[in-house]
Structures are given as structure tokens and as C-alpha cells.
């Protein structure tokens, strides 16, 4: 299983990068689950910053992300590839623009994300059966983040 389409080529080996996760989505269990994991690290160290930084960095990497995914699926036969993790990244950082989480609250966000990841429910399996490209890997993984700020949302409104 390679992904690069000309292993001299540094742009392919950029986006390769980016689209695994710095390659953890390589990592043969539950790559999904890596990913996301690797998205909540860096999310922990992003909350503190000001809204407009993180919108910022939300930007870069949503660009970054379609970017590289894009780069990528233009040689592959897979549509959806599971190494592929910038999408589940992307889709965990919308939690950016909550901005007080606990520790409590994000590992909630991840088991939430990840529960509907994989079941998928609504528009999230709606974008992941319908859509195609660059859009169909990374709008069900969006569509996931955003139903999990609006669920810890509603949550911090109703018990605090």
C-alpha cells in the first residue's frame, strides 16, 4: 500500500504527510482512532490561544487538508482511504471554537466524534455516501466535528 506517485516528488511526499497525520495513519490498528487521537494532543495545546488565532490555524489546516487529500486521491483507486486521517483532524478541530473545554469535556468530544465517525448518522453518512473527491473524504469528518460542538455545546449550557 503506497501513496506516493513519484517517491522524488517532494510535493507528493508533503501531502502524504499531511494526509496521514505525519504518517500515524500508516499504523495498521484502528488508524481512525490514531488520528483522532493525534488531533486531540495538539487541540489541548490550541485551546488556550485566542479565537482568532484558532480560527487562523483551523483555516491553514482545513486548506492544508483538502490540499493534500486532494493531491493524494488524484493517483489512488481507493475513495476513502484509511490512512488517510487529516479528515478526522480537521473534523476534531472544529472544537476550536468552544472556548472553555475541561479535560473531561475534550475526552468526551473524542468518544462523541468518534461514535459518530463510525455509525455515521444523518447528514455525516449522507456526506460520506454521496460526496466525492477531497469533498467526500473530509465533509462526513467536518459533519462529525460539528454535531460534537453542538452536542458539548447544548451540554455545557444545560449543566453549567
Do not use: H
Amino acid at each position: 500500500m503506497t501513496i506516493f506517485k513519484n517517491k522524488n516528488s517532494s510535493t507528493w511526499g508533503l501531502s502524504a504527510f499531511i494526509a496521514t497525520g505525519f504518517f500515524t495513519g500508516y499504523i495498521p490498528y484502528a488508524p481512525g482512532t490514531l488520528g483522532s487521537l493525534l488531533a486531540l494532543f495538539f487541540l489541548y495545546f490550541l485551546m488556550p490561544l485566542t479565537l482568532t488565532i484558532k480560527v487562523l490555524v483551523f483555516l491553514c489546516l482545513l486548506f492544508l487538508g483538502f490540499w493534500s487529500v486532494s493531491s493524494l486521491l488524484s493517483s489512488l483507486q481507493e475513495k476513502d482511504p484509511s490512512y488517510i486521517v487529516i479528515d478526522e483532524i480537521c473534523g476534531l478541530w472544529v472544537l476550536l471554537f468552544i472556548e472553555d473545554l475541561s479535560n473531561i469535556e475534550l475526552f468526551l468530544a473524542f468518544m462523541i466524534f468518534r461514535i459518530l465517525d463510525i455509525f455515521k448518522p444523518g447528514p455525516i453518512g449522507w456526506a460520506d455516501r454521496n460526496l466525492t473527491g477531497a469533498m467526500g473524504v473530509m465533509m462526513d469528518d467536518l459533519f462529525a466535528g460539528v454535531f460534537t460542538l453542538l452536542i458539548i455545546g447544548l451540554g455545557q449550557l444545560l449543566l453549567f
